[in-house]
């Protein structure tokens, strides 16, 4: 699986390492990833000091994405990779009933 985070700041390798490290983990729900794309923004959305992050995973069939948004970036990361496994879940329970 191929992992690209690209961020307006700089991030710490030991954070970057571990952003990589979670996002591998997701193959226990899919081992179809092909590609993941990590995106942070900051000053978007309602507060200007707070950061976005975006998830983005290439997978056969249609693309999984989530946001979430915090005032550090890896509270947001968090959120969003929560958001991501749950609908890596869902579909693979719509899988298993089909």
């Known amino acids: 699986m191929n992992v690209n985070i690209q961020a307006p700041f700089t991030i710490k390798s030991d954070q970057e390492s571990e952003i990589i490290n979670q996002i591998k983990s997701l193959s226990t729900y899919n081992d179809r990833i092909?590609?993941?794309?990590?995106?942070?923004?900051?000053?978007?959305g309602n507060a200007a000091d707070s950061v976005i992050a975006e998830?983005?995973?290439?997978?056969?069939?249609?693309?999984?994405f989530a946001s979430a948004d915090d005032k550090q970036f890896i509270n947001a990361f968090g959120g969003a990779i929560n958001k991501v496994k749950k609908q890596l879940i869902k579909a693979k329970e719509t899988r298993r009933k089909h």
């Not at 993941?36 to 923004?41: D, G, L, M, S, T």
């Not at 998830?55 to 999984?64: A, D, F, K, N």
């Open 34 to 44: 092909t590609n993941a794309e990590v995106f942070f923004k900051v000053g978007d």
């Open 55 to 64: 998830i983005e995973l290439r997978v056969p069939g249609p693309v999984i």
